[in-house]
């Protein structure tokens, strides 16, 4: 079904190419499932620490980009930081020259939502989490006391900045459970699961030697993940074990080594990641805050064979038949030498394929998010 003569708006808080990690993952696969049911893309990308990008130009009728003005300047002030350094003028003017719907990526860039002359347009926030309660969890996480300190009063802002957006405004939730927190105060809220680079299964036959444990290692909420597991999980079993990420900490390097049967995979490109995860026979996910949806959980179920998960993980993502839900390291220690030596069923890659078809299928939910608007 191609949908004629729809243009959009869309504002991203950062570049959304490459769709390397969590957020722009979801933007820029929005962007391509969009782009193919044939709506015009109007893009407005805040950039810091990316290139402009050829690839989105391909998809998007125009692409602008904005300098993200950060500063010591923007903290003191009642608006959250995230917010206040998105704030250029020139993305208001050109929003101003039309009438189209306007989906603003994450509560990050809605700088503009509440101002009068967009009164009456048809905008969409994507909350792509709690963003309050984020914070908060990245407080809890982070051992340094000015990032600590920081994250604590981004929390307090956002919590009360939240309150000020015009009840008009349309959530498009990650989550069933971050949809129902929003129908509290928003008068239209739809749940609107995240984007992804995955069209079909690609789950491997056979049986794998080494469990999986994959993410950015350089957030401090992954490394009290990474911690925790081995303390408690990985230290106290003889099984290989995979640690793979991003720019991991020092600290973080020395302290794995010190176990013989685990392997720190720095840096590892798409590729390679996906290897290692169609070849983990467990993929083991772990967090400690339940925010948003974990897009490392739906790679995961789509390319990997066992999925063993803390409760936290899949809260609010419908995918709990798909896991084994443990509910501490006991439990783990317990499951990992039965899955070890099981293989990945047919039955259970048919159900798989049913249910992330039915509810993470990127044309489906591009048409819920065309409907919206």
Request: proline share 4%; glycine share 6%; aromatic share 10%.
């Amino acid at each position: 079904m191609v949908i004629d003569n729809k243009k959009l708006h869309i504002v991203s808080f950062n570049v959304p190419y490459p769709p390397d990690y969590g957020g722009v993952i979801d933007i820029y696969y929005k962007i391509k499932a969009l782009s193919s049911l044939g709506t015009e893309i109007i893009l407005h990308c805040y950039q810091y620490g990316r290139e402009r990008s050829w690839e989105l130009e391909e998809l998007c009728s125009e692409v602008h980009y904005y300098e993200r003005d950060k500063g010591m300047k923007y903290f003191f002030n009642s608006r959250p930081y995230i917010v206040n350094t998105r704030s250029d003028e020139n993305l208001l003017s050109r929003l101003l020259k039309d009438n189209h719907p306007v989906l603003f990526e994450g509560i990050h860039t809605s700088f503009f939502a509440a101002h009068p002359g967009l009164a009456g347009r048809t905008m969409v926030l994507r909350a792509h989490n709690i963003e309050h309660e984020y914070y908060r969890g990245l407080a809890r996480a982070e051992k340094n006391l000015s990032k600590r300190v920081f994250y604590l009063i981004e929390a307090i802002k956002l919590g009360r900045y939240e309150k000020t957006l015009p009840g008009e405004l349309i959530i498009a939730a990650i989550s069933d459970t971050d949809a129902d927190y929003f129908r509290k105060r928003f008068r239209k809220v739809v749940h609107l699961p995240p984007f992804h680079a995955y069209e079909k299964l690609n789950c491997q036959p056979g049986v794998g030697d080494y469990i999986l444990f994959h993410g950015d290692l350089s957030v401090p909420e992954n490394i009290a993940s990474v911690i925790y597991l081995v303390k408690n999980i990985f230290g106290k079993i003889s099984y290989k074990v995979v640690i793979a990420g991003k720019n991991p900490q020092p600290d973080l390097i020395s302290y794995i080594k010190r176990f013989s049967n685990i392997r720190l995979e720095a840096n590892p490109s798409e590729n390679e990641m996906n290897s290692l995860i169609r070849n983990a026979q467990i993929n083991i996910l772990h967090t400690f805050q339940a925010s948003g949806i974990k897009l490392k959980l739906i790679s995961a179920l789509f390319n990997g064979r066992h999925c063993l998960v803390n409760p936290l993980i899949v809260h609010g993502s419908g995918l709990d038949e798909l896991c084994y839900v443990i509910k501490d390291s006991q439990d783990a220690i317990n499951l990992i030498p039965r899955l070890m030596d099981m293989s990945l069923e047919i039955d259970e890659i048919d159900q798989r394929r049913t249910i992330l078809s039915e509810k993470y299928s990127n044309l489906k939910n591009a048409r819920i998010l065309l409907d919206i608007i």
